[in-house]
């Protein structure tokens, strides 16, 4: 079972920290729920005090002025790398929402929320039954009629909602020319094993493929773990934290039984941050706590992988880029400058910088489909700003934040494509040769 105080010990564990706090408001023009409202509430300090008054009994976990509160955060972790004090707010975070699910308050959320929790906890801990998922909506991404739909508004007349969702799925369409090529055999290099993922496998597996290549192309020899599942990020947002210690556990176990441990390599922003912190989710677990650690230092983002080593150089590609990173990328693993290394790398790009990189598009997981008007706030400052870049192409490195800007570049008019930015390496690699003869 889960630990019930979750949020107690993490409060615990960060007093030094809070205590050492100066009150110095470094974090409030980090927020951008603060910045959107204005409410010291819906600020990292504001939501720290009321998580402290739970804990300490001054105020009901299942008060809905809490949940609300704690609902609106999107976990961005901005607040993190502004904080002087190094206070671990994401995992205070994570604390709360466990607090809010046990007792969780009548009538909280609706009929969203509670289908997207039953997908969580009845469908994502389920290889099979997520495969069967990510099948039908593959097949609503690719049907003609569908897409016919969307382009008339058909959807929008019934649910501004049921748009928006169809809008993010027809992003997960590759927006670069068809790559069939397989990974080259790179003989006795670096074991390399890819952290595939669910949504990534589901809706991107272009991405992952993409990913696979490259690192082949780039010596890495791939050792792939079949048995891997769920990283537990969307879980442990959400506050189902025994959910997420379960597929942790899974996870730890099947990357664990091979005799040389290779490095995990991911390409999704949210499930390498959740990936790394599995040895802080398991430290007082005494059958996890060693392994965890292990595996958590294994792990490793595609860009942060790659820039840390000789990247090879593909063919030009004549293009403007502008990059948007992920929050779990800046801010949760602090990977800020790697994606723009590679980028570098490729012959022919012109990068042109983007304002606010590093703050939140609106995505944060599922936040866009519970919160959708915070969302489309953000979403919208986002794109505006993408626009003024001028760039072709935009590229970000997490699902998430592929799918929100993909469909906010369609409501809010910017001609440009989203991209991972592994898939650009990839296609600078197709054009130069580096794959077998079906790429």
Known sequence: MATKNTLEIALQAETEKLLGCIHCGLCLPACPTYLQLGNENDSPRGRIYLMRAV?????????????????????????????????????????????????????????????????????????????AVFAVLRYIRGSSIVKLAHQEGLFRSISAQADFGLSLLLSTKPSLPENTATPVPSG???????????????????ANDATARVLAANGCQLAPVDTQVCCGALHAHA????????????????????????????????CGAMLKEYGEMFSDDAKYASRARDFSSRVRDVTEYLAAGSVRRGAPLETSVTYDAPCHLYHAQRVTTAPQQLLATIPGVEYRPLEGMQDCCGGAGIYNLTEPEMSERLLEDKITRV?????????????????????????????????????????????????????
């Open 55 to 131: 804990a300490e009994g001054r105020l009901d976990a299942g008060s809905g002025a809490f949940a609300r509160h704690i609902d609106l955060c999107l976990g961005c972790r901005a607040c993190e790398t502004a904080c002087p004090a190094g206070v671990r707010y994401g995992w205070l975070l994570e604390g709360a929402r466990e607090k809010i699910l046990a007792h969780e308050p009548k009538g909280r959320g609706g009929f969203q929320k509670k289908v997207l929790g039953y997908a969580l906890r009845k469908i994502f801990p389920y290889p099979k039954k997520l495969r």
């Open 239 to 270: 506050g189902d934290l025994e959910t997420a210690r379960e597929l942790a556990k899974r996870n730890i176990d099947a990357f664990g039984s091979k005799k040389e441990p290779a490095t995990i390599v991911t390409n999704a922003a949210g």
């Open 188 to 206: 006795n290099g670096r074991p390399v094993t890819v952290f595939t993922g669910c949504v990534m496998e589901g809706l991107f597996k272009h």
């Open 387 to 439: 626009r003024a870049t001028g760039a072709n192409l935009l590229v970000t490195a997490n699902p998430g934040c592929h799918m929100q800007l993909g469909a906010g570049v369609r409501r809010f008019g910017a001609n440009c494509s989203v991209a991972h930015v592994i898939e650009l390496i990839d296609e600078s690699y197709r054009r130069a040769g580096f794959y077998n003869s079906k790429g």
